[in-house]
């Protein structure tokens, strides 16, 4: 019973559970492995200039809009390849509207933003003329997320910018990244650093956690494998293989300063050759 409860306690964001220790002790722990002059305390200053590109002119041009200014060169380098065409991006947390205009002004004109939040003023920032919607549900709820990606899905790219609550951010992906994001889309969690800040840490586990954990799964073919069995036209090479659905499709995971990028592309056994 008590396990229950507390299901449904961290499914509501009430139960706030024991804290990693990096939140408790504000004290990096670092591996011996590393030398001395990679861990030792050096000077962080404060950036003088401002982001050279076109999503950022454009989010200048606006209002209602937050976002923290080194965001901006990582949306170019992973959202650049989708603006040739039309797309359909889901973004989890609408606020004030500005980021829904943002990327409508960014993406092709014909592209189809879906914006979704638990405010219910945040309906009033729909352009429905423009295909800009906005749906009100909690993205901790499966069922709403299911019923948006069958309105508008499957999406092209996927930015988690909602409540920042760990066990939302779980949920989310869980609920998404199988059935709602295409073959080739970008599911995009930003943020992550309240992930060390204590009041936003209401699971067992962060979704840092959870993203480091699918490092390992990203290379699961190779557990308790040799290279010959993935070698091509070798007698050992393997012909197919079982692994996890995030394995198999799974193509990269890139960490960067509070956000956490999920390439979504079905995925062959690997090869190697030898010449």
């Known amino acids: 019973m008590r396990k229950l409860i507390n299901k449904l306690l961290i499914k509501f964001g009430l139960l706030i559970t024991k804290a990693p220790a990096v939140l408790a002790d504000k004290e990096l722990t670092t591996s011996d492995s590393l030398p001395a002059e990679l861990t030792e305390k050096v000077k962080m200053t404060a950036s003088t200039s401002t982001p050279d590109n076109e999503l950022f002119k454009i989010f200048s041009a606006d209002t209602n809009v937050h976002k923290w200014h080194h965001y901006f060169d990582l949306y ?4 650049e390849r989708f603006r040739d065409r039309p797309i359909r991006m889901l973004e989890i947390g609408v606020f004030r509207g500005g980021s829904l205009r943002m990327w409508k002004e960014y993406f092709h004109p014909d592209s189809t933003i879906v914006g979704i939040d638990v405010d219910q003023s945040c309906a009033a920032h729909e352009i429905a003329d423009r295909n ?3 749906r009100i549900g909690s993205q901790a709820d499966p069922n709403f997320l299911s019923e948006v990606t069958g309105e508008f ?4 790219i996927i930015l988690d910018d909602g409540s920042h609550k760990t066990h939302h951010q779980i949920i989310s992906f869980g609920a998404l990244f199988k059935t709602a994001l295409k073959d080739g889309g970008c599911y995009m969690v930003e943020d992550v650093h309240t ?3 204590i009041k936003h840490v209401d699971s067992p586990e962060t979704f840092i956690e959870l993203a480091k954990q699918m490092v390992d799964m990203l290379h699961e073919p190779y557990f308790d494998r040799k290279e010959t069995q993935f070698r091509h036209q070798h007698s050992e ?3 197919e293989l079982e692994v996890t659905y995030l394995s198999a499709n ?8 509070s956000i956490v990028v999920f390439d979504k592309e079905q995925r062959f ?3 190697s050759e030898l010449r």
Request: glycine share 8%; charged share 15%.
């Open 237 to 239: 090479a393997l012909s």
């Open 132 to 134: 800009v919607f906005v």
């Open 269 to 271: 056994l690997p090869k």
């Open 153 to 156: 899905g499957p999406f092209d």
């Open 195 to 197: 992930n060390y800040w």
């Open 250 to 257: 799974l193509s990269g995971i890139t960490f960067h300063d």
């Open 76 to 79: 170019s380098r992973h959202f």
